[in-house]
């Protein structure tokens, strides 16, 4: 059978905002999705036996917790498929850095192997498949930049500009549950339009709780905001600052810190594989 590959595409928050903490626990927030023309690839070949194989693992993640994976059983379960696949990932993206690494793969998975397996679901079924796979996988589903409200569940198509993005990524791993249990993370910051937030500056409500406990975080931003705005994306650990050209993000980006990883990219309105598979978000 033949092999295909898919992109599976980073994101950014362009920015983010905790409005109120609900009494079930969870946070309602604003924020800004936008895509990356950079990520992972994933390899898909079809098989006739309606096994579901990865054939690269991640350390540390049993088969039957991978997002990839579960998301194609998901899809086969769902649609009684009688096909199978073997499926590989060539990892690009940071793990653990706030650009959406496992939810893109997963979105990725469902949206190529309907379209492979020929299943027939829409992409807003798609989406709310992928819910309950993680909150931020419907984003890479529908594959159009989004503004989030409630619990990120609320979606609007927005169309910011597609400014070039320098993503750094320090040695240093993040709690995603401790920045949302932490006494001092802003609750309250009142709720704008979207039109009002677009005409605003932009900023991240995790921030100031992450350099607080996450110093090679702070060391990163205080030295990337002397070339552009920058801030955080998400819960970090990545950070990124904006430029109005290609050029310029790649000169910052050969100064940057011997110890930080990263990549420039350019903000896409329109997911990388939506534009791949000619979908419609």
Known sequence: MAKFTFPSPAKLNLFLYITNKRADGYHE??????????????????????????????????????????????LQDQTACKLGANISITKRLPMGGGVGGGSSNAATVLVALNHLWQAG??????????????????????????????????????????????VLKPDESISTALIFKHLDLPRNTPKRTLDQLLDSTWANDCEKVVRDH?????????????????????????VFAEFDCEEEARRVFALKPADVEGFVAQGKNVSPLHQTLNLSP
Request: with cysteine; glycine share 8%; aromatic share 10%.
């Open 29 to 74: 927030l604003q924020t800004l999705f936008q895509f990356l023309d950079f990520g992972d690839e994933i390899e898909i070949e079809i098989t006739q036996d309606p096994t579901i194989t990865l054939l690269n693992q991640i350390e540390g993640v049993p088969t039957e917790q991978n997002l990839i994976y579960r998301a194609a059983k998901l």
């Open 121 to 166: 679901l829409s992409l807003i079924q798609l989406a709310e498949m992928g819910l309950s796979l993680g909150a931020d996988v419907p984003i890479f589903v529908r594959g159009m930049s989004a503004f989030a409200e409630g619990v990120g569940e609320k979606l609007t198509p927005c169309k910011p500009a597609e400014k070039w993005y320098l």
């Open 214 to 238: 996450y110093s090679k975080v702070d060391d990163l931003l205080n030295w990337l905001v002397q070339y552009a705005p920058s801030r955080l994306t998400g819960t970090g650990a990545c």
